[in-house]
């Protein structure tokens, strides 16, 4: 068998080197034709048998070296003149069209030295063929073209942020060779590109941010930052990495907005105050957008918002505080209305309105934002809770619901309109701390709507009732439940009242209709006890419906609550009879009347058991007021308590039923005075029941625990809470320790 025949180093090599030879002419364009597959197989051959003839003519090592070196030899003769002598545009396509043909120049020599890629490469762990010629382009062209390559590149970024238009592919292909170089990893693109994009990127928008923050308006501004910002997505997504888009518009961000957000958000004319004043929900919505961007961007945004807020609600306090004082001046002298004064009204709905219109801003211009919804709640928490012309706006909401509720408000609406605006009120009442202070005021107009059967709806009043239940909870709408459930159960009293009679008081029938509305003591508001002295007709009634409940309830207790009464009294005068419609306590003075053709004040005093200032309302709503039924002598527009009254039987009126009011009697002190002992109860049950299950506790700590635990309700005041503290102690509720006086027991 013959032996194959050694090939040595050199020969071998003169072999490969002219098949090198014929690649670089054709890397070159020179006029050669290609390797065809009898060529590609010599030179594999070749190589094949350098690689495996024994030693010491395995020529392994030699060829891995020569093959590092003619990459080197290659780019030192051919590719970095070609460069050198160019720059700009020309450079950046001339490095790719050297970057393409070093590919291929790879492509074409690992094949021939395949070999050493199976064998030689894997056992001693050098780098495959196809890095090695990675490596030589990067160390050999790339670190010396990086700077100028990237130098070009940032020119023409510039050249298009300035609107020219640029070759984008270029400039991806050559950022392919940046990431490409790094063999898998970022580190050279992000060192020798992105490091001095990011650099040059801040210094022209910090150029551009000078100029425009002194030529052009708050919404121009922004406008072009937020175009600015589009455009730089564009770059990055069109011949950038991604790595590099947070970085990119983190500094386009820094230099247009963060650098400049006071000025740009107080500028005098088109500023955020300005944009709010003028309802300009464009550039608000596009300042979100911008300012979400920055840390903490917003927060400057919300306070502009949130003052802008609270002005306008002052606005409104201080204009409604003027209308009432106007109103004040101009009806000196006359009685006031029931409730639901104009201005009153109109503050309500103002306040509503204005609460619709920017939350349409909240969730509109500022995506729902919590940071503005808290900006809102606080804007709306600081003129809520003001006083308007001496009354708080609880009670003026208060007010603002009796006049939508009962028959006869001020606004004729439909029954959804008044749904809607029942709901608006109550998110407003989110917004006012002593809410128990509503519900005193709300409580004390349902009761006279309901018991003066006043109220337009049922339903209405039960929507109201469960939307407050929602918001403040079952305690809050108890006692508002309780009443309107118990007037449907006096109206089912007054049918078995009515079958009671004729089955058992047949025989003894009564000169008037009599109508009983039975309350539970507990859900109404407290009213006044006057032992009025009835006449025979109404005694006879009251002592029968007695009997009645007497006769169908045990355990139960009857208290009569006369100031509530109506009275439908048929008066016979002179032209005509007419209906009167009036309070019980008027009813009984007009009927003594039937008896005594005159009575002095004091009569009237005596014969009905009235205090003195009671007796003063009733005959002054009788003959100084609108109706005169009574005639008063000395004729004045005041009542004294040396007047004679008498009946005046000319009195005529064009209606044949009148309803004669009483003067209103101003119920606020009172209202104040019921809510500051409830407030005192509610206080001591918090200081308890947060002593019973924490035992010891410091009384810092009790008091916020308390104020925390009442702040759905009202703000409880420190001073309050600790004169409760002092009380429940000397009531053996709570004692302090003996070493440390700031520390309180709880006694069982």
């Known amino acids: 068998m013959n032996e194959r025949k050694t ?95 070093h590919k291929i120049m790879v492509r074409w020599l690992s094949r021939f030295f395949n070999y050493l890629d199976r064998y030689y490469i894997p056992r001693h762990s050098l780098h495959s063929l196809k890095d090695v010629g990675l490596l030589r382009f990067r160390d050999d062209v790339y670190s010396d073209m990086k700077r100028k390559a990237r130098d070009a590149m940032l020119k023409l970024i510039e050249l298009e942020r300035e609107g020219e ?136 945004v919300a306070e502009s918002f949130k003052k802008h807020v609270e002005s306008e609600g002052m606005k409104l306090v201080k204009e409604a505080t003027e209308a009432a004082s106007a109103k004040k001046d101009k009806d000196a002298g006359k009685p006031s209305k029931d409730s639901g004064s104009a201005w009153e009204q109109h503050f309500v709905r103002q306040v509503i309105e204005l ?44 007010n603002f619901c009796d006049n939508l509720l009962r028959k006869g408000g001020g606004e004729k609406l439909t029954d959804e309109a008044i749904e809607d605006t029942l709901e608006k009120v109550v998110k407003l009442l989110a917004y006012i701390s002593d809410k128990d202070l509503f519900a005193e005021f709300y409580r004390k107009k349902l009761a006279r709507r309901l018991l003066q059967d006043r109220s337009s709806s049922d339903e209405h009043e039960r929507s109201i009732l469960s939307r407050l239940k929602q918001q403040c909870g079952a305690q809050f709408t108890s006692k508002m439940e309780g009443m309107v459930t118990d007037l449907q159960l006096a109206r089912d009293k007054q049918q078995n009242f009515d079958e009671w009679k004729r089955e058992h008081a047949a025989d003894k029938p009564l000169t008037m209709d009599l109508t009983v ?125 040396t007047d004679v009254f008498s009946m005046n039987k000319k009195f005529t009126d064009r209606m044949r039923r009148i309803r004669v009011p009483l003067p209103p009697i101003d119920e606020r002190k009172k209202v104040i005075e019921d809510l500051d002992k409830d407030r005192r109860y509610a206080v001591d049950a918090a200081i308890v029941r947060t002593m ?28 309050l809470i600790k004169k409760r503290i002092e009380d429940l102690m000397s009531r053996d509720y709570l004692e302090r320790d003996k070493d440390n006086p700031n520390l309180l027991r709880y006694l069982a």
């Open 355 to 398: 609460h619709d219109k920017y939350m349409l801003y909240v969730g509109g211009c500022f995506a729902n934002s919590s940071l503005f919804h808290k900006a809102l709640k606080e804007a709306f928490e600081f003129f809520c809770n003001k006083n308007v012309a001496g009354s708080s706006t609880a009670e003026l909401m208060a």
């Open 165 to 300: 238009q640029i070759d984008r592919t270029l400039l991806k292909n050559i950022l392919g060779i940046f990431q490409e170089v790094g063999m898998g990893q970022m580190t050279c693109y992000q060192q020798d590109f992105e490091a001095q994009l990011l650099k040059t990127t801040a210094e022209y928008y910090k150029r551009k941010a000078a100029v425009w923050i002194e030529e052009d308006s708050c919404p121009d501004y922004m406008i072009k930052a937020e175009d600015c910002l589009k455009l730089e997505e564009e770059r990055v997504s069109n011949y950038m990495h991604q790595s590099t888009r947070v970085s990119l518009l983190k500094e386009v961000e820094t230099e247009l907005l963060q650098q400049h957000q006071t000025t740009l958000l107080e500028k005098e004319q088109s500023g955020c105050a300005a944009l709010l004043q003028d309802d300009k929900k464009g550039d608000l919505a596009r300042m979100y957008r911008l300012f979400q961007r920055i840390p903490k961007g917003l927060e400057p």
């Open 517 to 641: 509305t039975v309350l539970t003591t507990g859900f109404w508001p407290s009213y006044k006890h006057v032992d009025l002295a009835l006449p025979q007709e109404m005694i006879d009634g009251v002592e029968q419906f007695k009997e009645f409940y007497e006769f169908t309830t045990k355990h139960r207790k009857l208290g009569w609550v006369y100031a509530l009464g109506t009275c439908h009294v048929k008066a016979n005068f002179d032209a005509k009879p007419i209906e009167l419609i009036l309070g019980t306590f008027q009813a009984t003075l007009l009927l003594l009347f039937n008896t005594d053709e005159e009575l002095s004040f004091s009569e009237i005093q005596e014969r009905m058991h009235v205090p003195e200032e009671d007796v003063t309302r009733l005959t002054h709503s009788l003959s100084c007021a609108k109706y005169k039924i009574l005639n008063k002598s000395p004729a004045s527009k005041t009542v004294s308590k």
């Open 7 to 101: 090939v040595d180093l050199e020969d071998g090599w003169s072999h490969m080197q002219s098949g090198i030879t014929k690649l670089k002419k054709l890397l070159e364009g020179e006029d050669e034709s290609s390797f065809n597959a009898e060529q590609y197989m010599m030179l594999y051959t070749t190589i094949y048998n350098m690689c495996t003839q024994k030693p010491p003519h395995d020529f392994s090592e030699q060829l891995y070296n020569r093959y590092r070196d003619c990459f080197s030899l290659y780019i030192t003769e051919k590719v970095l003149p070609a460069l050198r002598d160019k720059t700009d545009e020309y450079l950046l396509k001339e490095l790719l069209k050297r970057w393409d043909n």
């Open 692 to 719: 019973k299950s924490r035992k010891v506790l410091q009384h810092q700590q009790l008091t916020m625990e308390v104020v925390q635990q009442l702040s759905r309700m009202f703000k409880a005041d420190f001073k």
